[in-house]
């Protein structure tokens, strides 16, 4: 997040972050529930699921076992079970584990 904002060309002054504080802005506002209760909030989190499901799309060319195209990266029951038949994706997140209590990945 801090590198998408000072990736900006423009100067920021403040920043809303939805959910609890991360502490990376001098000037920043943390509104759980931010997508409800701030309008910038809510326009940026649809602009960021519009953008994130055009990508998973693309990503289901470049990795077509896997149903990007379907469940947009949802840890779905479909897409966990693609992750068990064919393992971690290059892109798919290292942090993820599969089950409550498991440290592992798959």
Same mark, same amino acid.
Do not use: N
């Given at each position: 997040?801090?590198? /998408?904002?000072?990736a900006? +060309?423009?100067?920021?002054?403040? *920043?809303?972050? %939805?959910?609890?504080?991360?502490? @990376?802005?001098?000037?920043?506002?943390?509104?759980?529930?931010?997508?409800?209760?701030? /309008?910038?909030?809510?326009a +940026?989190?649809?602009?960021?699921? *519009?953008e994130? %499901?055009?990508?998973?799309?693309? @990503?289901?060319?470049?990795?077509?076992?896997?149903g990007?195209?379907?469940?947009?990266?949802?840890?779905t029951?479909?897409?966990l079970?693609?992750?068990?038949?064919?393992?971690?994706?290059?892109?798919?997140?290292?942090?993820?584990?599969?089950?409550?209590?498991?440290?592992?990945?798959?």
């Amino acid at each position: 997040m801090q590198a /998408a904002v000072e990736a900006l +060309a423009t100067h920021v002054d403040h *920043v809303i972050v %939805d959910g609890r504080p991360m502490g @990376l802005f001098p000037v920043e506002s943390a509104v759980v529930g931010g997508d409800r209760r701030v /309008a910038a909030v809510a326009a +940026a989190s649809i602009i960021a699921k *519009v953008e994130r %499901d055009a990508y998973m799309c693309e @990503l289901a060319h470049l990795h077509p076992q896997y149903g990007f195209e379907v469940h947009k990266g949802y840890g779905t029951a479909e897409h966990l079970e693609r992750i068990r038949t064919f393992g971690l994706s290059p892109v798919h997140r290292r942090s993820f584990t599969l089950g409550v209590g498991t440290d592992r990945l798959f």
